[in-house]
């Protein structure tokens, strides 16, 4: 995939790998970035070989906030009426394959909210996360208010949000925000194994398990058993949940076909 300029796109056996590459600028989520990585992310959803995504950015820096030179003229009307932030910058909610976002250095305001929009957190021992839009004037504006406090409850939320401290990866490890913590050097390496993995697994089970795990942030308990249920029934019109149990009973590997 050729073309962009501020990302690097490449396949690594079944795993798509996004690195954001903005060096100059620590990854800044500016405009042409966050159209980039929409681009990048639709397209490796819709290809049939890849099975799971990894973002990552540079060891310096996953990505330091949305860009502040590029947002700080902007008026009440023109970010009101643009719908500033809009889909552009949810397009990785709309990705049915697993995404997980491998972070060291840097991840903050949106660098840290777009990580959190993905599905799964693995960081480098380097990585840094904070909500620090509360010393530029402003408040977290890609969800951050909503997701932190859901992976780390609201007494830390609320020191981060007010106070614009920065985490380290233990406490980020600790309070929950991300699943675990590796050496800088392996981080991408560990990343793509966790996704290659998940990608061996039958596609359809895997976009269903993503879609129930989420649906728990937004419906209640009772809605979110309902949805699982459903989904849980609709597997077995695959072929893979018959491959996959006949497998079992015949005591071989199951051959996947995602279908
Ligand atoms: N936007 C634009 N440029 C940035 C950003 C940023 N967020 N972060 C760093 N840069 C630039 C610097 O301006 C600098 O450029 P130059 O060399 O041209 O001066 C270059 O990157 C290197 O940065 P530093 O020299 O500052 O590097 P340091 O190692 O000294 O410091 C820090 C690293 C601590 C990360 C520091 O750069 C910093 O504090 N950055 C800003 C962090 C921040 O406030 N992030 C939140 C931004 S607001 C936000 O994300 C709101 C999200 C709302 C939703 C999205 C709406 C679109």
């Known amino acids: 995939m050729a073309g962009y300029g501020m990302i690097k796109v490449e396949t690594r056996g079944k795993v798509g790998l996004i690195t954001l590459d903005r060096p100059a600028a620590l990854n800044a989520l500016c405009d042409q970035l966050m159209t980039e990585l929409g ?15 990894v973002l990552t950015g540079s060891e310096k820096a996953f990505a330091a906030g949305a860009d502040i030179k590029e ?10 009426f643009e719908d500033f932030i809009g889909n552009k910058w949810e397009t990785v909610l709309t990705i049915k394959k697993p995404v997980i976002a491998a972070v060291a250095g840097f991840a903050l305001g949106g660098g840290c909210e777009l990580a959190m929009m993905c599905d799964i957190i ?10 620090p839009e509360i010393r530029l004037g402003i408040i977290p504006g890609a969800g951050g208010s909503q997701r932190l406090i859901r992976a780390v409850g609201k007494s830390k939320a609320m020191d ?24 800088a050097e392996s981080l991408v390496e560990e990343a793509l194994k966790m996704g290659e993995a998940i990608a061996a697994f039958s596609q359809p089970s895997v976009a269903m398990a993503k879609e129930a795990v989420n649906a728990a942030h937004e419906l209640s308990l009772k809605e979110g058993v309902r949805l699982e249920r459903r989904l849980f029934h609709s597997l077995f019109a695959t072929e893979d949940q ?17 279908a």
């Open 39 to 53: 681009q990048a992310l639709r397209a490796f959803d819709t290809e049939a070989a890849v099975g799971a995504i």
């Open 71 to 80: 947002m700080k003229d902007r008026t009440y009307p023109a970010v009101h």
């Open 122 to 131: 693995i960081a480098a021992e380097t990585a840094k996360f904070g909500q």
């Open 160 to 183: 981060m949000i007010l106070t614009g401290r920065m985490m380290d990866a233990a406490e980020a490890e600790r309070s929950n925000l991300v699943t675990r913590v590796v050496p």
């Open 242 to 258: 018959k491959e996959g149990m006949s497998a079992f009973a015949e005591k071989r590997k199951p051959a996947f076909r995602n």
